[in-house]
């Protein structure tokens, strides 16, 4: 079974083409499949919408965050601990990933990988309009990550991803915002998982605001390095 959890904090925007696309999807390929819409204690609609749609399809599994400390990592963590797929997918709610990549990613894992990463900088990949100074930072990132871990991956940063289920509940994941990214990435590699990529590209959201705080993302993503001492 596959479980497509996807984090959601005001994005009454993005969600109806993203699920709608995904449904279509996944009724096509005929999959044995759910869909887990985390509602981080929004503010619009987004919670209503979520709603809507579980009622309409009996394989989407709403989840409402309550007052709880809101971030992307916190709601990735509580929506996969609901999720019931051998194979989990991470879908950003911006509708920023391409989610034809999931048949790639989930071929990788079948191939006997632990860890699949959607990669933007690798040949067939291509960061699609993500601005060139977000670009130098992630794929840079992601390159040190490599050489200080020996990962040999090239876009850890970016959380869509697909995994095993046994991997996320080795790796103790603590990071409540986009940190949980490289985090999850580095704490698998260590725990000595098989790893691999695809590739992807990205798209900028179309609506709504980015929620990703650059100066706060770089000191967090930089303090990861200490796990290597631990």
Not at 88 to 105: E, F
Not at 192 to 221: A, Q, W
Request: aromatic share 12%; net charge positive.
């Amino acid at each position: 079974m596959i479980s497509l959890v996807i984090p959601l904090y005001n994005e009454e925007g993005n969600i109806r083409p993203l699920v709608d696309s995904i449904v279509e999807l996944i009724i096509k390929k005929k999959w044995d499949s759910e869909i887990v819409l985390v509602d981080d204690n929004s503010n619009d609609q987004t919670a209503e919408i979520v709603d809507n749609y579980s009622k309409k399809y009996d394989f989407i599994v709403p989840l409402h965050r309550g007052q709880e400390k809101k971030g992307m990592g916190f709601a990735l963590i509580e929506g996969t601990k609901k999720a019931n797929g051998d194979i989990i997918i991470w879908t950003m709610g911006d509708n920023s990933d391409d989610i034809n990549t999931y048949h790639k990613l989930i071929n990788k894992i079948n191939e006997g990988y632990d860890m699949v990463f959607a990669a933007r900088y690798i040949k067939g990949g291509s960061r699609g309009n993500l601005d060139l100074f977000k670009t130098f930072l992630s794929s840079g990132y992601s390159k040190i990550a490599s050489l200080w871990y020996g990962t040999n991956l090239h876009d850890i940063t970016n959380a869509f991803r697909a995994f095993k289920k046994n991997v996320f509940e080795k790796c103790n994941l603590k990071s409540g915002d986009f940190a949980i990214s490289p985090e999850f990435a580095i704490k698998a590699h260590l725990n000595g998982f098989k790893l691999g990529e695809v590739p992807t590209t990205y798209t900028n959201r179309k609506k709504g605001k980015s929620k990703f705080k650059l100066i706060d993302m770089g000191i967090k993503y930089i303090s990861l390095f200490k796990l290597r001492m631990r």
